[in-house]
């Protein structure tokens, strides 16, 4: 545990200062308010609808920005959650650490501690340089992440390079001490999802819900081997929502779908196609052919 704290620190050091600021009024955005939805795609609203509890624990990798498109700042604000926020942005864990209340990381996570990856975050032009002033979202840092053929982050593209230590989801789990069960993860690192899972020790901790986004088929059937089924799709962008198979039926219920008695724990119902971002969808859209 010893070794995590030199990476780490620098962020959490900085946490108890800024909360004493207040961080309901975020970063200039003025929806940051008691039952507002922020996801791109319903996501939280999901969530809500499914597990409709107070005081539940969320990990959000990668976290981007505090509110806009957020996916877990509704459950910290309206429902008294607590959770970790990973990144590996510099300008999003300033704004992190300024405009919320859980806890905030920096790293750039893959399947092995200590080892060395290429962070790419996109160069600021005059357009991004005026909305950091004004206090605005940089929508193009959403797209930060590591460089490697196994992303979508395939070539530099002439962004700002960042030689950072590798770290795992479990390594972060363990520092921040997270319950056995977390109500929810977020996953959506530039297509660097399968790699954070692959050496995941699910006997250790268990999503409740999972949303990640485009998962590929080696991660599909690492979370089928490990009890866990594909719910539906959010959006048009392949954000899928993943439920674990203990709370199958109540997710099924919550969302008005008959949940398959096989061991995958698939769901069946209507597909309904493209959802839009004002809230939860009301069926299913298949991803698999």
Known sequence: MED??????????????????????????????LGALHSQSGQDGTVIKILN?????????????????????ALERDYGWDGVCVDGNDQMLERLVQHRRCRVIKGAVTAQVG???????????????????????????A???????????????????????????????????????VNYL??????????????????????????????????????????????????CFGDQLWVHSSISERAARALGVQALPDRRHDFHGRPTGCHGSKGPPTGIARFEK
């Open 53 to 73: 509890m107070t005081g539940g624990y969320f990990v959000d990798l990668a976290a981007n920005e505090p509110i806009y498109l957020s996916n877990t700042r």
């Open 115 to 141: 080892g060395k990856v290429t962070f790419l975050t996109p160069v600021w032009d005059v357009k991004a340089v005026q909305a950091a002033r004004e206090g605005k979202p940089l929508a193009r840092n």
């Open 143 to 181: 797209m930060s992440g590591i460089l490697s053929n196994s992303t979508d982050l395939k070539s530099d593209r002439g962004w700002v390079r960042a030689e950072m230590p590798s770290t795992t989801l479990m390594e972060i789990l363990q520092h921040v001490r997270a319950p056995r069960v």
């Open 4 to 33: 995590l704290l030199p990476r780490f620190r620098g962020i959490e050091s900085r946490l108890t200062d800024s909360q004493v600021k207040g961080i309901h009024r975020g970063f200039g955005y003025q929806n940051d308010v």
């Open 186 to 235: 977020s996953l959506d690192i530039e297509g660097a999802e399968y790699e954070a899972l692959r050496t995941f020790d699910f006997s250790r901790y268990r999503f409740d819900v999972m949303t990640i986004e485009r998962p590929n088929a080696a991660l599909r059937a690492l979370l089928r081997a490990n009890s866990y089924g594909y719910a539906l799709d959010h959006g």
